[in-house]
């Protein structure tokens, strides 16, 4: 019996979760200069017992959260985040073709309430190509979201600064107004509205970002 107990079939199995990580395949796109994703394995012919893998990669390849640490050097660590920031009830809305992550971007959509929140950008989702220019945020876009009390924004792009900003005023705006980041979410196959989110980081002491297994299932 291939299926047995383990069936997908049964019927208290939960079912309605969809994955929106980037695969973690040795294709996946980089931030250039950073270290890629790249999976190798012993096979069991050289073990004698098992195949047994290594990965070597950034800690922010793919779908993955920053640490405060990622952009100052006193700043919290992945092992000291809360997870409660990565678990719960999240909204995704669509800021169409705007080049910048804005108040005005952001006002058209109702935040009442939100503390998780995804934004699908005009960028397409494309894993294993990094892209030219993406949308990013402003000041003004990182305080609007506090306001509205959110604790957590993910999105669609690699960072949440211009590719070439040394500055990273986007990732400190979102800190200083206590939002936390996700980034390289998989959002294009998605209706917008409410969801569970779960998008743990690994438990890595002092990491200062952790790629994660990041999946929704509607509300
Ligand atoms: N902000 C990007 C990563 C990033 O900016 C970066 C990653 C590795 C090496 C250099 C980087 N930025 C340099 O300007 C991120 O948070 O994933
Ligand atoms: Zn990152
Ligand atoms: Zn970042």
Redesign the pocket.
Same mark, same amino acid.
């Given at each position: 019996m291939s299926n047995g107990s383990h069936s997908t079939s049964q019927s208290n199995f939960e079912q309605g979760w969809i994955d929106i990580s980037q695969p973690l395949s040795n294709k996946l796109a980089h931030?250039p200069?950073?270290t890629s994703f790249s999976y190798t394995f012993a096979t069991k012919e050289q073990t004698g017992s098992v195949n047994v893998g290594r990965m070597t990669t +950034?800690l922010?390849s793919g779908t993955?959260v920053?640490a405060p640490f !990622?952009?100052l050097n006193e700043g919290a660590k992945i092992h000291e985040l809360d997870l409660n920031l990565y678990i719960g009830p999240c909204r995704l809305i669509d800021i169409g073709d705007s080049e910048f992550i804005n108040a005005d971007a952001l006002s058209s959509h109702d935040l009442n309430g939100v503390t998780r929140l995804l934004i699908r950008t005009k960028l397409p989702n494309n894993p294993n190509s990094f892209p030219d220019s993406i949308p990013h945020f402003t000041k003004d876009g990182a305080a609007y979201l506090g306001e509205k009390g959110i604790r957590l924004v993910g999105l669609d792009c690699? +960072?949440?600064?211009a590719l070439?900003?040394?500055e990273?005023e986007g !990732?400190h705006a979102l800190h200083q107004n206590g939002v936390h980041?996700l980034?390289n979410v998989m959002l294009d196959q998605l209706s917008l509205g409410d969801y569970l989110l779960i998008a743990l980081p690994l438990a890595i002491q002092d990491g200062d970002?952790s790629p994660v297994r990041a999946v929704v299932k509607p509300l």
């Open positions: 931030w200069g950073d +950034s922010h993955h920053d !990622h952009f690699p +960072s949440v600064d070439d900003s040394k990273l !990732h980041i980034e970002g």
